[in-house]
C-alpha cells in the first residue's frame, strides 16, 4: 500500500483542435493544514453529472485507447458544433468525480482534523478519481463505524438532491411531485423518501422495464411515457396525488410540456369555475438533468400560470443555508442503508474506467447501471 504522498488521478482533457483525451497522471498529495486531512479514497460513483466533465459531448463510440495497462490513454472526438459551448476548459487538464468516500491516514493539527483519524468519511469537493484527496474538514462527512467506503461513497449527490426536490416542494407550496426517469438510483431515493414521508409521487419512465423496478421497491404512482395511454395515464395519477411540480432529468424533447399539459388538465377536472385563461394553480417544471439534449417543446395549453426552469443541488444548498443543509446531511448517514442506499452494477480501478467496453456501458447513462470507481482497487 502506497504511503499516500502521491497517487493517481484520472484527468479529462479537451484540446482547442477537438480532441478529448482521458488519462492518468501521478500527482503529489498535499500535506494537509490544520484544518484538513488526507483521504485514501475507496469509493467514487460515476454519476451523469461527472460525465457532463468526464467525457461530454464527445463521440466515443469511435473512441481509441493508447498508452499502457497501467497508464491507459483514451481519446475520442467532439463535434464542432459543440465546441463552442466549451471554451473555457479548453486545453485544460481537469480532474473529475463530485463526491466519494474514503478512509482519512493523515491529518492536520486542528483537534476537528485529528478527530477523523483513521475514520471513514463521505467527500464532497471535486477531483474524486483520485487514489487520495486532501480536504477541509468541512468537507468530510464522517460515517457510522459499521459504513463502507462502497456504502458512503454517494451520499451527497443523489440523496441531497432527492432530499432538496422534496425540500424545495414544500417550500413553494406544493404537496406533491413528479420525477422523471425515476427508476435511477436517484428515483428509488426518492421514492423511499416519499413512501416514508407520505408525499404523493408520481413516476414517469420511459419503458415496462423500468416501471417493473419501481413495482418491485413499492412505488404507488408509475406511468410509462412509451405507452399509448401516457397522457391519460399521467393526468389521472395528477388527479389523484395533486401533484403541481416536476422534476425533470430528461430536459429536451416534448416531456416538460406534456407534465405541465397534465397538470392543467387535472387541476381543471375538478374546477369550480371555468377561465379563458387557464387555472390560477401554479404549475412548475424544474429541469435538472439532460438526458436528451434537443431543444425543449413546450406546446402551450395550460394556461398562463406556470413556470420551467433549472434547478441543481449546490445553488440550491446555498440557498436553503447551513442550517438546513446539515439537518438534510445528518438525516442521510442516518438512513444510509435503508432510504439512501446506493446500488451499483460493476465497481472498477481507475484503469478499468478508462477501458473502452466499460465507458460504452457507463457512456449511455442507462437507469440500472450504475458504475462505482475504486481508485486503490487493484487491477
Not at 3 to 25: A, C, F, I, T, Y
Not at 366 to 372: A, N, P, R
Amino acid at each position: 500500500m502506497s504511503d499516500g504522498k502521491s497517487g493517481l488521478q484520472l484527468r479529462s482533457l479537451l484540446k482547442k483542435n477537438g480532441e478529448l483525451e482521458l488519462s492518468l497522471v501521478n500527482v503529489p498529495t498535499p500535506e494537509p493544514g490544520p484544518d484538513e486531512v488526507v483521504v485514501r479514497v475507496e469509493g467514487a460513483p460515476i454519476n451523469p453529472s461527472d460525465l457532463g466533465l468526464l467525457i461530454g459531448p464527445a463521440d466515443m463510440t469511435n473512441a481509441k485507447v493508447s498508452g499502457t495497462r497501467d497508464l491507459p490513454v483514451v481519446t475520442a472526438r467532439v463535434p464542432e458544433a459543440a465546441m463552442d459551448a466549451l471554451a473555457a476548459r479548453l486545453d485544460e487538464s481537469m480532474p473529475v468525480g463530485n463526491e466519494g468516500a474514503g478512509v482519512v491516514i493523515r491529518t492536520g493539527s486542528s483537534d476537528a482534523a485529528k478527530a477523523l483519524m483513521g475514520r471513514t468519511v463521505a467527500m464532497i469537493g471535486g477531483a474524486m478519481y483520485a487514489q487520495y484527496r486532501t480536504l477541509r474538514v468541512n468537507e468530510c462527512l464522517p460515517l457510522p463505524a459499521d459504513t463502507t467506503p462502497a456504502e458512503g461513497a454517494s451520499c451527497f449527490v443523489n440523496p441531497l438532491t432527492a432530499l432538496g426536490m422534496t425540500e424545495t416542494m414544500r417550500r413553494e407550496g406544493h404537496k406533491a411531485l413528479v420525477h422523471t426517469a425515476a427508476a435511477s438510483n436517484l428515483g428509488q431515493m426518492l421514492n423511499r423518501i416519499c413512501l416514508k414521508d407520505g408525499i404523493g409521487l408520481v413516476n414517469i419512465v420511459r419503458s415496462k422495464e423500468q416501471a417493473d423496478i419501481l413495482h418491485r421497491i413499492g412505488a404507488r404512482h408509475i406511468v410509462d411515457s412509451s405507452a399509448p395511454g401516457f397522457m391519460d395515464d399521467l393526468t389521472a395519477a395528477l388527479v389523484d396525488t395533486g401533484a403541481t411540480i416536476a422534476f425533470d432529468a430528461i430536459g429536451g424533447g416534448r416531456l416538460a410540456g406534456q407534465i405541465l399539459v397534465a397538470m392543467e388538465t387535472a387541476i381543471n377536472k375538478t374546477a369550480k369555475v371555468y377561465s379563458r385563461y387557464g387555472s390560477n394553480t401554479h404549475k412548475q417544471v424544474y429541469i435538472y438533468g439532460s438526458l436528451d439534449t434537443h431543444a425543449i417543446e413546450l406546446p402551450r395549453g395550460f394556461g398562463m400560470a406556470w413556470g420551467v426552469g433549472g434547478w441543481l443541488l449546490f445553488p440550491f444548498l446555498m440557498k436553503v443555508g447551513p442550517e438546513t443543509g446539515n439537518k438534510l446531511r445528518q438525516r442521510v448517514v442516518a438512513e444510509l442503508k435503508t432510504t439512501f442506499a446506493s446500488h451499483y452494477t460493476k465497481v472498477v480501478s481507475l484503469q478499468e474506467a478508462l477501458q473502452l467496453d466499460n465507458i460504452a456501458i457507463y457512456g449511455k447513462r442507462s437507469t440500472g447501471e450504475k458504475f462505482l470507481i475504486d481508485p486503490n482497487k487493484a487491477m
